[in-house]
């Protein structure tokens, strides 16, 4: 059987991640769901990190990208299940760090409701703490951003030009120039959606995240959408 090809990318601005993260990591690794690739990319910035992700795993044969944060716990069995939907993007829910239930880690398109069969709920927006996409999007994107949104890149990447696909920005200004800030991840599923592409969530299961606790502080029987 021919393993699909999958680029872990864990982007953080100074390398480092929690030891909930490397053994779910060394875990997935030895889990033979896929052929595997790590990166651990840094960056001026979150943002900058994730480009550098993106940088890399668009110079291999992957056939994902699965962006994993250092933050989180998971198993092979979630990496599996986002598989088997063979959806374009498809992430997971993961709690907020601050106390109270669980909620949706991003923005239900208007109007879309939790398939009773495979759990999936489309979204405008998705946190892309535990996110696959695949590799046509990433291309589609950076071929998109190709006059808009590149860049000399710096320190170890000296020499190179990257793509600002994971950029903050100020977007859906009002008339008067206000506008709403949107994060990297968030900016990162507008460019998915404005290619063609759309957005699942998969409510079916939730991932830990650490911080000072465990979060959510309130375990859910199901997601809260």
Request: glycine share 12%.
């Amino acid at each position: 059987m021919n393993l699909p090809r999958v680029f872990v990318s864990t982007p953080s601005h100074d390398g480092r991640v929690l030891l909930p993260y490397h053994v779910s990591a060394m875990n997935l690794a030895s889990s033979g769901v896929a052929n595997f690739v790590f990166s651990y990319a840094k960056g001026g910035g979150i943002s900058v990190a994730r480009n550098h992700a993106a940088h890399e795993f668009l110079n291999t044969k992957s056939e994902y990208l699965l962006t994993i944060d250092g933050d989180l716990r998971f198993g092979p069995e979630h990496l599996a299940r986002l598989l088997s939907h063979n959806k374009d993007v498809v992430g997971a829910v993961y709690g907020h760090k601050y106390p109270g239930p669980l909620k949706l880690s991003g923005n239900a398109l208007p109007g879309a409701a939790v398939d009773e069969t495979t759990g999936l709920l489309e979204v405008r927006a998705l946190g892309t703490g535990f996110l696959l996409v695949k590799r046509e999007v990433m291309e589609a994107i950076s071929d998109k951003l190709f006059y808009s949104e590149r860049y000399r890149g710096r320190g170890e990447y000296e020499g190179q030009i990257l793509t600002n696909i994971y950029g903050m920005g100020v977007c859906d200004r009002d008339k008067g120039g206000i506008g709403e800030h949107v994060t990297e991840d968030f900016m990162f599923a507008r460019h998915a959606r404005s290619c063609g592409y759309k957005v699942y969530c998969d409510t079916r299961f939730y991932l830990p995240h650490i911080g000072d606790i465990e979060y959510p502080t309130i375990k859910p029987e199901e997601v809260g959408v």
